[in-house]
């Protein structure tokens, strides 16, 4: 039997799909070719918006819990149009999907009592689910008649009712509708995949809508941009429609039952047990030569530097290792202290490896500046050493409800790494503390940022360029922007290529 928030959205469903189309063309006219521009915040308002009207429409009531994932959407969709790092742009919209998801599986199930294996699973189902109820566009729902309501036919004259009514043309309309509907979203997938592998059919494609077209002597037809446009309007509204169509349908309300650790705790202490022998003297090296830079015990050969730069990545490995065994662990083992024990100390020698990682790439960045991925990796490890104080808890707290705590400490942690625009960071730390610029240090400022570093690149000096001979690279960088900034509409505004429209308009006419 169908969920009962599913039979409503299929009563209701010319409704469902007038909003769908509505926020398809709503979706469009802000996003087409338009990833990063001002209507991108206003284009997640009105997404939300939207859901809160479909699960009013539902018999859904709001709840105020659901406000904190609304706030973290938001603050993503402005952090968007505040930057140019297309890193940032991609990841905010995976946040927001996230977020989002978790809202919705908020307003309609009892998340409180998921766990962590759970919510990860339980994701997964929406996610599949969102995919295959695509389909729900087309479905029809049947109305029973009276003869169904009766019990069945008394005579023939109710068949032959019903066959005449099935023949009517005005019965097919719909079915014949959904099959052209269906078409042509396979077609918006399928025709530029054929037209691209054979120029006669593209072509003779382009001939077709010429010849369609009546003003074809005075109008150019840009194939390229209906298309675009079409599929982004379906894209949209399918993904808002079969979305609600798939939350509706799961039952994803009902708690796992929590099964207590069946495997023998004898296994675990003795697995855990020699893991934490061999992290607590890795830890202890780490602690002496590392940290209290004891170097009569280095290797012959090797120098304090050299040591410190090294094996950074497999520290980084090794901890998010780490991190899924004592996880596994605390679920799978039956619960006995000397294991609790042995899992703080994995952890807590996981902490030191994720200080010991943190302080390698900051004597790094010491000799060779910043990178945007040298400063997300120390993101990320700061992240990391937080969640574990999350992890160390639930040995001891069974009940602790850590993947919403590991979720509030992500959604946060990146919120604020995303408003802090590292691209401009990077050129501001790498500015000020390189002696002389080099040419391969200014190549990087220039082509590997996004343009949330131009206002901090013009602050360089241009005596230093003349004897480096580098003002031209950073003239012809400057012109770029100033003209990309020129070119922009209203809908495309973006602070940070506004910022470095601004800054690119006055190095010009400082050189003029």
Request: aromatic share 16%; glycine share 8%; with cysteine.
């Amino acid at each position: 039997m169908d969920n009962i928030f599913l039979q409503r959205m299929r009563e209701n469903r010319r409704w469902f799909l007038m909003m769908s189309v509505i926020y398809g063309g709503v979706f469009t006219v802000c996003l087409y070719r338009n990833s990063s521009g001002i209507t991108f915040p206003a284009t997640v308002g009105v997404s939300l918006w939207f859901s809160v009207l479909f699960l009013k429409k539902a018999g859904i009531t709001f709840q105020k819990g659901t406000l904190r994932y609304f706030g973290g959407i938001l603050l993503l969709g402005i952090s968007t149009v505040l930057t140019d790092s297309g890193f940032f742009h991609f990841f905010n919209s995976v946040g927001i999907l996230l977020l989002f998801m978790m809202g919705m599986a908020h307003q309609l199930y009892r998340d409180v009592e998921w766990g962590f294996t759970e919510y990860v699973k339980k994701f997964f189902i929406m996610l599949g689910t969102w995919l295959i109820s695509v389909g729900e566009v087309f479905h029809r729902s049947e109305k029973k008649t009276v003869s169904d309501m009766d019990g069945g036919n008394t005579d023939g004259h109710a068949d032959k009712s019903a066959k005449k009514n099935t023949d009517s043309p005005r019965k097919n309309a719909g079915p014949i509708l959904m099959g052209i509907l269906a078409a042509v979203l396979m077609l918006i997938i399928v025709l530029p995949l054929l037209m691209m592998s054979d120029e006669i059919f593209l072509q003779l494609f382009n001939r077709f809508f010429r010849f369609l077209n009546p003003f074809h002597l005075f109008v150019e037809i840009d194939f390229g941009n209906i298309i675009g446009v079409i599929f982004t309007f379906f894209f949209g509204m399918l993904s808002l429609y079969s979305f609600f169509a798939g939350l509706f349908r799961m039952n994803l309300g009902g708690a796992d039952r929590k099964k207590p650790g069946s495997s023998n705790y004898i296994t675990g202490i003795t697995f855990t047990g020699i893991l934490a022998a061999v992290y607590v003297l890795y830890s202890g090296i780490q602690i002496l030569f590392l940290f209290l830079r004891i170097d009569s015990g280095l290797p012959e050969g090797v120098t304090y530097s050299q040591y410190a730069h090294q094996g950074f990545w497999q520290l980084l490995f090794v901890s998010l290792i780490n991190f899924v065994t004592v996880i596994i662990c605390a679920r799978i083992f039956e619960d006995n202290r000397v294991l609790k024990i042995l899992l703080t100390m994995i952890s807590v020698c996981t902490c030191v490896m994720i200080l010991s990682a943190v302080y390698r790439m900051a004597l790094y960045v010491r000799e060779y500046n910043l990178s945007f991925l040298r400063v997300l990796v120390l993101w990320f490890l700061a992240v990391l050493m937080i969640v574990f104080a999350g992890v160390i808890y639930s040995i001891f707290r069974k009940d602790f409800k850590l993947f919403r705590y590991i979720t509030a400490v992500v959604s946060i942690c990146y919120i604020l790494f995303s408003f802090g625009r590292p691209d401009a960071m990077i050129a501001d730390y790498n500015i000020r503390n390189v002696r002389e610029t080099e040419e391969t240090d200014l190549y990087y400022l220039l082509y590997s940022l996004s343009e949330d570093a131009a206002p901090r690149i013009a602050q360089i000096d241009r005596k230093q360029l003349e004897k480096s001979q580098m003002e031209e690279a950073v003239e012809t960088y400057f012109m770029e922007i100033s003209k990309e900034a020129g070119s922009a509409s209203l809908r495309e505004w973006n602070y940070s290529r506004y910022s470095a429209g601004k800054a690119a308009e006055e190095w010009l006419s400082d050189g003029e």
